[in-house]
């Protein structure tokens, strides 16, 4: 069972995106086509792509 937490989402908890997105836009996070947050993207999509570590978005609302 995957789930996404207020604070951050970290390379582990990632599988792809889109690589137009850029710092600090507002991103959607899914789980299996389901909307499970919204966070700030901390790096922009091809940076996210290839990072093994450190924080890819700042979470500041999941789904309940």
Partial sequence: NFKVKKGSLFPPGF????????????VVIFYEDEVVGV??????GSEMKR??????????HVAS
């Fill in 39 to 44: 966070g700030r993207a901390v790096l922009n």
């Fill in 15 to 26: 599988v792809d995106c889109d690589e137009n997105i850029s710092v600090r836009d507002e």
């Fill in 51 to 60: 990072a093994e570590k450190g924080k890819l978005v700042n979470v500041r």
